[in-house]
């Protein structure tokens, strides 16, 4: 079964709301969550790294207070995007690495956004 | 140039037979990833490597630690192994467990 949980896996949303992705690990502890995107046919595009109990750690050119990320807990760390636009729809994906040193690493199923 | 480079970006093949992917990278790493991502978008991690040779099944990858370089190979194909492989590399700084990911490689498996 999942490791890394990540939920809604598909959700549409009109142009100016907020929408909320979440990243669960299920069965281990994870102080450091990632979050991705990922337009069509390309790779992986870092966004973020997500700290438990401390501010996210944005990459380059992605805007924080578009894309808020909340690590509460050592098993959730949760992306909004706030105020969506078209050019926000995107794949979205989280992955978690369990085990410092074994280097485990799981992705989520990822989170489809169309934003109309 | 890209930290990680994958060749080749696209390949087809007939079921049955011996596939390789190659991945270079320019950096210091402390660990390679092989991921396979199908196309409803989920992404597994099939091998992390560090050195030598892993083999999972019909899969098989392999590190050369001083030529930067690492090879996935899968034997017997099948269609259901068609999807895009990325190769993913951490780096060797420590504490730094953020990926550098390579473009991807589209398999496509025919009956």
């Known amino acids: 079964g999942a490791v890394v949980s990540q939920h809604p896996s598909r959700v549409i949303c009109k142009s100016g709301t907020s929408v909320k992705i979440e990243c669960r690990s299920l069965d281990f502890q994870a102080t450091t969550m990632f979050w991705y995107r990922q337009f069509p046919k390309q790779s992986l595009m870092l966004m973020a790294t997500?700290?438990?109990?401390?501010?996210?750690?944005?990459e380059q050119g992605v805007e924080k207070d578009k894309f808020l990320i909340n690590h509460a807990s050592l098993t959730l760390s949760t992306l909004t995007v706030t105020s969506a636009h078209p050019e926000d729809s995107s794949f979205y994906i989280c992955?978690?690495?369990?085990?410092?040193?074994?280097?485990?690493?799981?992705f989520g199923e990822g989170s489809r956004l169309t934003v109309l | 140039k890209n930290e990680v480079e994958q060749s080749p970006q696209n390949l087809t093949a007939q079921e049955g037979e011996f596939i390789t992917i190659n991945c270079s990278y320019s950096v210091g790493i402390s660990a390679l990833h092989w991921l396979q991502q199908h196309p409803g978008g989920g992404i597994v991690s099939l091998f992390m490597?560090?050195?030598g040779k892993k083999k999972h099944g019909r899969l098989i990858a392999t590190i050369n630690i001083q030529e930067k370089h690492s090879s996935l190979h899968i034997t017997a194909s099948h269609p259901r192994d068609s999807a895009v492989y990325i190769c993913a590399v951490r780096s060797a700084n420590f504490g730094n467990e953020k990926l550098t990911f390579g473009t991807g490689t589209r398999l496509t498996i025919i009956p």
């Open positions: 490597l560090s050195s």
């Open positions: 997500s700290n438990e109990g401390s501010k996210a750690t944005y």
């Open positions: 992955s978690a690495t369990r085990g410092r040193w074994t280097g485990e690493l799981f």
